[in-house]
């Protein structure tokens, strides 16, 4: 009786599948990319739905009221606010997951590699910044300074999806780590300016949870339980608090344990005697195997597998499709849609608000990234990323305008229910979509020419 496998295609298999657990980027970078085709779709519904005899029915959806009752305490909200800040919640927490992911083991391990997405990231949010504060300075609608500062990480992949190999896979990871670090960013100014009215007692509350969640993953708790009762605890202590409630995601997800039970090396060796176990075990070529030794074998590799897996790990794996093709999708359904008065379209897009998001997205996003990561390249303060030239960094600013669903949060943070938002979501809409543009034809053009550099060329780029 010979064995199904050598030790030799055992050994790559069982490396094979580490290497997997390992890097999770690409299949990170597909769903993303698909998710952003989803995102379209369901923007052009809401904006058909709204704009149609059928707008009614939209708005009394927003306003439908539900109630969450515990005890003595109940939460009766519409169901915007169930998507906007408990739902969102989620994205938050898959944001946290993300970056602490790529803290650990990705683009931001250290200084070095994090620096040129890192000052990226602060030119991109500083620039579209300054330009909306300058056109609306000294006016009420100033609050929404930090409306253009976002990247849309989803839309974005999917733009860089779309060209295929004329984006470099360096080139991607780029961006999904500036986008990374945007969201940061972004999360620190809603924390910090979008909040007020702090109750400090429900704060003292929502930091003995976070200390409480961080013993827990101290003593070596993995199993999500624990995890989800006392972040949702978290979550009530800061939205009662006056911080927005979405930011509980992000803190939670800094707890999550981040370390597998077994090491690489012990777990190819264990995977090794399993499945070298189960080519040794009598095998009927006509029937399905259904001996029990055999099944037990295979569960034993199921187990271990999960056992390689961090908490981190599968948590973001089993959310992610949920944000993805769900959670994301529904925040765009019930926030994209906006009343389109297409006469009045000039005066609406020359308004303070509009000029200050559609150019900060457009021409701020561009021009902050693209001279951060210059000077920074250029004083060596940072790497050019592996076959990426200028051209292409400067095609990959300009997608970063697109600003979708960041950007719709944060407008409906700083105006509310209001004119101005409508103002935002319809300019956030138009610099979104002359970025995607714009940016895919220059991407386009600086692909093929680099197509052509002679390899020389191309080192004496990177330098």
């Excluded at 005890?71 to 909200?77: I, N, P, R």
């Excluded at 683009?107 to 909306?132: C, K």
């Excluded at 109750?199 to 989800?228: C, D, H, K, T």
């Excluded at 089993?318 to 529904?330: G, Q």
Aim: hydrophobic share 50%; net charge neutral; proline share 4%.
């Amino acid at each position: 009786m010979k064995p199904i496998h050598s030790k030799r295609a055992l050994f790559n298999k069982g490396a094979a599948l580490g290497e997997l657990l390992l890097t999770p980027f690409n299949r990170f970078a597909s769903m993303e990319a698909a998710g952003g085709v989803l995102l379209v779709l369901l923007t052009a519904i809401a904006l058909f739905w709204s704009n149609s005899d059928f707008a009614g029915s939209y708005e009394w959806l927003q306003h439908l009221r539900f109630e969450v009752r515990i005890g003595a305490y109940s939460l009766d909200k519409p169901l915007h606010f169930w998507i906007n800040d408990g739902l969102m919640t989620f994205f938050f927490f898959m944001v946290g997951l993300e970056i602490k992911r790529e803290v650990l083991v990705g683009e931001l391990t250290s200084l070095r590699r994090a620096s040129l997405p890192l000052l990226g990231a602060l030119g991109g949010m500083i620039a579209p910044a300054v330009i909306y504060y300058m056109l609306n300075a000294q006016t009420p609608s100033e609050q929404g300074w930090a409306i253009p500062m976002a990247t849309d990480i989803a839309f974005t992949l999917a733009a860089l999806t779309l060209l295929g190999s004329k984006a470099p896979h360096s080139l991607r990871i780029f961006v999904t780590a500036l986008a990374i670090v945007d969201d940061i960013g972004a999360v620190v100014v809603i924390a910090t300016y979008y909040s007020s009215d702090l109750a400090i007692n429900y704060l003292f509350f929502a930091s003995f949870f976070i200390v409480l969640l961080i013993s827990f993953n101290i003593l070596g708790f993995r199993r999500p339980l624990p995890y989800i009762v006392v972040g949702s605890l978290v979550w009530w202590s800061v939205y009662m608090s006056g911080v927005h409630s979405t930011i509980a995601g992000i803190l939670v997800a800094f707890t999550i344990p981040a370390r597998s039970r077994r090491d690489m090396p012990q777990f190819r060796d264990h995977l090794i005697r399993m499945f070298d176990r189960l080519g040794r075990l009598d095998q009927s070529r006509d029937e399905p195997n259904t001996e029990e030794n055999s099944q037990t074998v295979i569960r034993k590799i199921e187990d271990l597998c999960e056992d390689a897996q961090t908490p981190l790990q599968r948590m973001e794996q089993y959310l992610h499709p949920w944000v993805v093709y769900w959670i994301v999708p529904l925040f765009a359904l019930a926030n994209a849609g906006v009343s389109v008065q297409w006469g009045r379209m000039i005066d609406i897009l020359t308004t303070p608000v509009s000029l200050g998001v559609t150019l900060g997205l457009l021409v701020g996003k561009q021009l902050g990234i693209f001279v951060a990561c210059w000077v920074a390249i250029r004083m060596r303060f940072a790497m050019m990323p592996s076959d990426v030239t200028f051209s292409q960094i400067y095609g990959a600013s300009i997608l970063c305008g697109i600003g979708f669903t960041m950007s719709i949060f944060v407008a409906d943070l700083a105006f509310g229910a209001s004119t101005n938002l409508d103002y935002a979501k319809i300019s956030i809409l138009v610099g979104s979509l002359l970025s995607f543009f714009i940016g895919l034809l220059v991407l386009s053009i600086a692909s093929r020419t680099t197509i052509g550099l002679h390899e020389d060329e191309a080192d004496s780029i990177r330098k």
